[in-house]
């Protein structure tokens, strides 16, 4: 799906009061607006809904008269709004609402505004993250995925790309619950379809004939591919010049070779967790995110 | 703790004496045995002479509901138990739900250590009798997480569902995030032979099974009806493996709940440490003795001198002597190779005595010593094949 084409100009005759602050980011989907109200920052998120969608009150907020795209908006917004822990991220402050800008249908909503980097981003420049970062990295999309599962939601998009870490603190935090599954609700995606990005699928979440079948788990082997990347500043089934149909092959019969093999430093217990939850079938990754909480504290 | 008495009809005093003498430290009940009022009371019996030194379990057989025709003995006497109930007596969800209360509320006054849940017997991890289990078992989760005892979710399947791998991944998918305290299990045999567990792939995925269950994801694990093979099971993280005094007690089959076809008396056997196996003590434990070689099977427990201070033809070697012998062996085997310190290391142990076992049985052959395909070497070298193709897979 496109993007919106819509300035800055739009944002302030959309929302009087909202300063941008600066430039817009793409990101999957979505136009993200870092802005400020008063004393707020917020980051604030603008995606396309479908055309041929019913319109229908533009007030009417609610996923039975909206397109996909705004019923993962909603979604999303309730995810986080739902979610207390500090790893996930928190709604901004302009609440969910959608409007037609240039010709364009469109929906927008607002999360907290993150002073950091993503962890892709930090991967990319900084190289691997040392120990304590990986172990913090693990701790804080355990929390995560342990507060979502709380909830019956899985994530099933954890990658670098979505997770930040917060300046100062240095701790790590998930976004983009766009794509999260409830398994106690209706599936929004259509069948056959899969959804997230398929470097960091579980095996589980690539057989998509067994997707309802899905838990906590499989966000945990995506967990596994994150601190993969973050301890040995690669991927553990991808690498340049690979088709993305090698590595699904990979993820799905390849056990990859131990972090330990290419960071010497990294402790066993850190190593044996994290092949653990790349294990590919869910009954030997972590029975509860907690165990694997308990792991981490040990390293 | 290791062995459980694995309880059925003629318990004499036995279970108490082998709890005494530390060759038991546990036992499963059987109500198909026992009136409830007798049961009870032996209940309050045990957990007044030995308190907290034995742990009490109550298999409530459920799974006997769908049996047809049945020999349920004292099972219509208690409350919860329902004879003749076919599958459409398990698609309303509020009848699962009435069973499952029902065994639970059973169980509750009656000083139990761990509730057992109730099941249904199923012959393949796809079929639709695995689905009531799993029902059955969610709603156990249900009720049992306000419980004072721990609860243990009960599984009693067949033998051949562990051939199809992709199906048992997938039920260890389900039942491995169940926030309960463990699994009793029970594996029906298809082979009546003393033993015979025939195939090692069937083996070496019920090790699978159990060290996912036990070893991976902490469960404790309960194995009823396994007897030697518990050995193997013990060594990948079960807690506790039952065996009783006949051989239906030693491995399951739901023949143990239908009408009796006739038989012939058990003829008494001897259990060897050094075979790993329950032999025949005519003729084979005699003929061991005609050829001078009774000291490397004879297993040094405190009932041996019976046998081993003359012929074993005429020494007296009563069933109930027989069965304390046979528990104590086991029990000292089950330690031995659950204390090793890992897994790998317990496989390491057990492999040991397999192949000290297989060549001990060499050496018997060569003597000119003959076994009968029961009592013979046979299943050692199931057990070493699933044992090895395990130990590959786990990469242990």
Same mark, same amino acid.
């Given at each position: 799906m496109a993007l919106p084409t819509l300035t800055e100009a739009h944002i302030r005759k959309l929302l009087p009061g909202v300063?941008?602050?600066?430039?817009?980011?793409?990101?999957?989907?979505?136009?993200?607006?870092?802005?400020?109200?008063?004393?707020?920052?917020?980051?604030?998120?603008?995606?396309?809904?479908?055309?041929?969608?019913?319109?229908?009150?533009?007030?009417?907020? /609610?996923?039975?008269?909206?397109?996909?795209?705004?019923?993962?908006?909603a979604r999303e917004m309730s995810i986080i709004a739902e979610c207390v822990s500090p790893h996930i991220v928190k709604p901004g402050a302009i609440p969910p609402g959608r409007t037609e800008i240039n010709g364009e249908r469109v929906i927008y909503f607002s999360e907290?505004?993150?002073?950091?980097?993503?962890?892709?981003?930090?991967?990319?420049?900084?190289?691997?993250?040392?120990?304590?970062?990986?172990?913090?990295?693990?701790?804080?999309?355990?929390?995560?995925?342990?507060?979502?599962? /709380?909830?019956?939601?899985?994530?099933?998009?954890?990658?670098?790309?979505?997770?930040?870490?917060?300046?100062?603190?240095?701790?790590?935090?998930?976004?983009?619950m766009g794509i999260a599954f409830d398994v106690e609700d209706v599936s929004i995606t259509a069948p056959g379809v899969i959804v997230g990005t398929m470097v960091y699928y579980s095996p589980e979440q690539i057989e998509f004939v067994r997707k309802r079948q899905m838990d906590f788990r499989s966000d945990l082997f995506s967990l596994g591919i994150v601190m993969y990347e973050a301890a040995a500043g690669r991927h553990p089934f991808w690498s340049a010049g690979m088709t993305s149909q090698q590595a699904v092959g990979n993820m799905l019969?390849?056990?990859?070779?131990?972090?330990?093999?290419?960071?010497?430093?990294?402790?066993?217990?850190m190593n044996a967790i994290i092949m653990r939850l790349l294990a590919k079938q869910p009954h030997l990754r972590y029975r509860t995110c907690d165990d694997l909480l308990a792991a981490l504290a040990s390293v | 703790m290791y062995t459980y008495a694995q309880h059925g009809y003629g318990k004499s005093d036995k279970i108490e004496t082998a709890i005494r003498q530390g060759s038991v430290s546990g036992v499963i009940l059987s109500p198909r045995d026992e009136q409830p009022e007798r049961l009870a009371q032996y209940i309050a019996t045990l957990r007044q002479e030995f308190a907290d030194q034995v742990t009490i379990l109550f298999d409530p057989q459920f799974y006997a509901t769908t049996v047809t025709p049945v020999r349920d003995g004292y099972l219509p006497d208690y409350p919860y138990y329902q004879p003749g109930l076919t599958r459409g007596r398990f698609i309303a969800p509020l009848d699962i739900q009435q069973y499952v209360s029902d065994v639970i509320d059973y169980q509750l006054?009656?000083?139990?250590?761990?509730?057992?849940?109730?099941?249904?017997?199923?012959?393949?991890?796809?079929?639709?009798?695995?689905?009531?289990?799993?029902?059955?078992?969610?709603?156990?989760?249900?009720?049992?997480?306000?419980?004072?005892?721990?609860l243990l979710l009960s599984l009693v399947f067949d033998e051949t569902a562990l051939r199809n791998r992709t199906a048992l991944n997938d039920f260890l998918d389900i039942i491995s995030v169940w926030d309960v305290e463990g699994f009793y299990l029970v594996i029906r045999r298809n082979d009546t032979t003393y033993q015979a567990f025939s195939d090692d792939l069937i083996l070496k995925n019920l090790m699978y099974l159990t060290y996912v269950?036990?070893?991976?994801?902490?469960?404790?694990?309960?194995?009823?009806?396994?007897?030697?093979?518990?050995?193997?099971?013990?060594?990948?993280?079960?807690?506790a493996t039952g065996t009783g005094w006949y051989n239906t007690l030693r491995q399951f089959s739901l023949a143990r709940f239908q009408p009796a076809t006739g038989g012939r008396p058990a003829r008494p056997r001897y259990t060897s440490d050094a075979l790993l196996n329950s032999i025949l003590v005519v003729p084979e434990l005699a003929a061991i003795y005609q050829r001078g070689r009774l000291p490397q099977v004879i297993a040094t427990t405190s009932y041996d001198g019976t046998l081993a201070n003359g012929n074993p033809a005429n020494a007296a070697w009563p069933p109930d002597v027989a069965c304390l012998h046979h528990w104590e062996v086991l029990s000292r085997l089950a330690a031995e190779v659950a204390t090793q310190g890992s897994v790998a290391a317990s496989l390491d142990r057990l492999q040991e005595r397999i192949q000290q076992a297989v060549a001990t049985y060499n050496l018997l052959l060569t003597a000119g010593i003959p076994f009968e395909v029961a009592t013979g070497q046979r299943e050692l070298d199931v057990w070493l094949r699933a044992i090895r193709s395990f130990r590959q897979e786990a990469g242990l």
């Open positions: 300063d941008v602050v600066g430039a817009p980011l793409a990101g999957g989907q979505k136009l993200v607006f870092p802005c400020r109200m008063a004393d707020s920052r917020f980051a604030l998120k603008v995606m396309l809904t479908n055309p041929a969608a019913p319109q229908s009150s533009p007030d009417d907020y /609610s996923v039975e008269v909206f397109d996909e795209a705004t019923a993962r908006a907290e505004w993150i002073d950091g980097r993503d962890l892709r981003t930090i991967i990319r420049t900084d190289g691997p993250l040392p120990l304590a970062q990986i172990k913090s990295l693990g701790v804080g999309i355990a929390e995560a995925v342990k507060e979502l599962w /709380s909830k019956k939601k899985i994530h099933r998009d954890i990658k670098p790309a979505n997770i930040m870490r917060r300046n100062g603190a240095s701790t790590f935090v998930l976004l983009d019969q390849v056990s990859p070779d131990p972090p330990v093999t290419h960071r010497t430093d990294i402790p066993q217990q | 006054p009656l000083g139990l250590d761990r509730i057992i849940s109730p099941t249904v017997f199923f012959s393949d991890f796809t079929d639709p009798w695995s689905q009531i289990a799993l029902s059955m078992a969610q709603q156990s989760t249900v009720l049992g997480a306000g419980l004072a005892q721990p269950l036990a070893e991976v994801n902490d469960f404790e694990i309960v194995l009823g009806y396994s007897d030697f093979v518990g050995l193997l099971l013990h060594a990948v993280g079960a807690e």
